[in-house]
Structures are given as structure tokens and as C-alpha cells.
């Protein structure tokens, strides 16, 4: 090994047992020990009265950014409580459905920042983000909302327009002549 690959391995904390690095003078053989990566653990996040557990939803193209607090209850989105900024009742309900399962409605507060697609499309984006900063607060949480489908993510997507289409598959009008 030369000496720039000795280097590129301690930068990337690559475990390597040993690695000989010849030293031109006096043909001496230097033998250097490269020590393996330390493991870090991961401290589990436990919500204090000045943090949050903040997390993301996402739903076609919309994105929520949702920060779970501390000692707080209710749900704020872009600076407006929930009936306010989504008025029917039914996407009210997709939002809280997480909490309603766990019964955990008024227990938690959120602050949610929402952007991107349709009315339908951030409340699921929301109801997504709620769910994972509620299992990010307890792991135990998981299989009951699992059960559900709230935890993964909804992947459809509007597919893409295709050049010579009209749309993602109409074709133009087929003329003889």
C-alpha cells in the first residue's frame, strides 16, 4: 500500500487489521496499525420541556415538516390551528387519525410546515410526519400503527410526460395522411 492510500483509509475509518507502509529511507519497514471505526451510539431522544422531536412526511409532491413538542397540545400548520387551515372535517380526521388510534389526542402538540401539492395530498404529508415523530418518541408505538398503513410512505407519484405525448401516455391524434 502507498502512502496516499494509507491516508484515503484513515479519512473513510475503513477497519483494516494491518497496513505495511515501506519507507524509502534506509529500507526500513514501518508496520501502521489502522484502528477500526468506533461504533457511536445513538442516544435515544427524549423530549424535554426546551427540545422537540422534529421528523418529515411526504405524500406525492407534498412535504411536512412536523416538530413534536414538549408540554404543548394541539396542532399548529404554517402558523394556523388545524381547523383553520384544513376546514373539512374529513381531512381534520386524516390528521388526527394516528393520535386517535394511540388516544393520544390532546397529549402532544405539533407544529407543522407544509408546502408542495394538494389540500389531500399535505394532510396525508402531515398525518405521515405526525406518525413518525410519534415513534420516534416511542419505538413501542410502531406495530399498532403499522397496522394501519400510516407508516409507510405513499409512493404514487403522477408519472411523467413523455416527449412526442400529449400526456404521460395519450398520443396524439393518428392521422392515415
Known amino acids: 500500500m502507498n502512502k496516499n492510500m494509507i491516508k484515503k483509509a484513515v479519512k473513510k475509518d475503513t477497519v483494516k487489521k494491518e497496513a505495511v507502509h515501506k519507507v524509502k529511507s534506509a529500507a526500513v519497514v514501518k508496520k501502521v496499525v489502522l484502528k477500526p471505526a468506533v461504533a457511536v451510539k445513538k442516544e435515544e431522544?427524549?423530549?424535554?420541556?426546551?427540545?422537540?422531536?422534529?421528523?418529515?412526511g411526504r405524500?406525492?409532491?407534498s412535504i411536512a415538516r412536523v416538530r413534536l413538542m414538549a408540554g404543548e397540545s394541539g396542532i399548529k400548520i404554517n402558523g394556523k390551528d388545524l381547523g383553520d387551515y384544513f376546514k373539512q372535517?374529513?381531512?381534520?380526521e386524516?390528521?388526527?387519525a394516528p393520535l386517535?388510534?394511540?388516544?393520544?389526542?390532546?397529549?402532544?402538540?405539533f407544529t407543522v410546515?407544509?408546502?408542495g401539492g394538494g389540500i389531500f395530498s399535505q394532510a396525508e404529508a402531515v398525518r405521515h410526519g405526525i406518525t413518525r415523530a410519534l415513534i420516534k418518541l416511542d419505538a413501542e408505538l410502531r406495530k399498532r400503527l403499522k397496522k394501519y398503513g400510516y407508516i409507510t410512505r405513499d409512493s404514487r407519484m403522477v408519472e411523467r410526460k413523455k416527449p412526442g405525448l400529449k400526456k404521460a401516455r395519450?398520443?396524439?391524434?393518428w392521422a392515415k395522411r
Open 59 to 61: 405524500r406525492k409532491t
Open 170 to 173: 395519450k398520443a396524439p391524434q
Open 45 to 56: 431522544k427524549a423530549v424535554s420541556k426546551s427540545r422537540y422531536i422534529e421528523t418529515v
Open 94 to 96: 386524516i390528521v388526527n
Open 100 to 109: 386517535v388510534i394511540l388516544e393520544l389526542k390532546n397529549k402532544h402538540g
Open 113 to 115: 410546515v407544509v408546502s
Open 89 to 92: 372535517v374529513k381531512l381534520q
